[in-house]
């Protein structure tokens, strides 16, 4: 079946820690997005990719960094500069044409112990 | 920053009864979309309407789209308890590129069906 994985599922980071969350898709969708959401909030932009080697911030970059080395995957770095980093972070996909939806991932929930 | 405010912010009714969602944006669009979250989940996309289409229709959800008024709405109809999810608008945002897109999402409204 084709889709998107993130993982983990969980992830618990301690004060002053890099982490990395994964994302890797099998749709051959050439744009690859990262969002933030904070509970009961929408989502918020970090980066997103339309191809790659290839990457742009989004509205909340800071504090983060990802790559765009092969197609199918978007790691995102989650730096000790992101001061506030627990929320629940997706990744979604998409062809690059404007009359199509995201495929989402289902998520990964980080939090900072 | 975000485009799209959803309105109301939580909504709670009975089974069998009609939903209806409202999302007012800023700037011109390319076109909108509805999306449903369930809780700890990623989005599902459900639907979306073009900027030069005024009415959509997929099963029980019917949208609509006033770009004069920079409003649409979602409506479930004959809502069923597994419908209990947040859903979401975005915009495609007419930001003059000639190919891909950026989706700015809204803040969601929470619907409960109630049993």
């Known amino acids: 079946d084709g889709g998107i994985t993130q993982s983990p599922k969980y992830l618990f980071r301690k004060e002053g820690q890099n982490v990395t969350l994964s994302c890797e898709q099998n749709?051959?969708?050439?744009?690859m997005y990262w969002y933030r959401q904070d509970p009961g909030q929408g989502l918020r932009l970090i980066y997103y990719?339309?191809?790659?080697?290839?990457?742009q911030k989004g509205d909340i970059a800071e504090g983060y960094s990802v790559s765009r080395e092969k197609k199918e995957s978007f790691p995102l770095t989650v730096t000790s500069a992101q001061k506030n980093p627990t929320a629940f972070y997706l990744c979604?996909?998409?062809?690059?044409?404007?009359?199509?939806?995201?495929?989402f991932g289902s998520g990964t929930r980080l939090t900072v112990v | 920053s975000q485009q799209g405010e959803e309105d109301p912010q939580a909504l709670s009714i009975q089974e069998g009864e009609n939903a209806t969602m409202n999302c007012s944006y800023k700037?011109?669009?390319?076109?909108l979309q509805w999306y449903r979250q369930n809780s700890g989940r990623g989005l599902v996309h459900l639907i979306l309407?073009?900027?030069?289409?005024r009415e959509k229709h997929s099963g029980r959800l019917r949208v609509t789209l006033d770009t004069s008024k920079k409003s649409s709405s979602l409506l479930i109809t004959a809502s069923r308890a597994a419908d209990t999810a947040s859903y979401f608008c975005?915009?495609?945002?007419?930001?003059?590129?000639?190919?891909?897109?950026?989706?700015?999402f809204g803040e969601g409204t929470q619907l409960t069906v109630n049993p």
């Open positions: 749709l051959n969708h050439d744009a």
């Open positions: 990719s339309q191809i790659v080697n290839d990457f």
């Open positions: 979604a996909s998409s062809i690059n044409d404007r009359v199509l939806g995201y495929t």
């Open positions: 700037t011109s669009i390319n076109n």
């Open positions: 975005a915009t495609d945002g007419n930001r003059g590129e000639t190919s891909g897109s950026r989706l700015t």
């Open positions: 309407i073009r900027s030069n289409e």
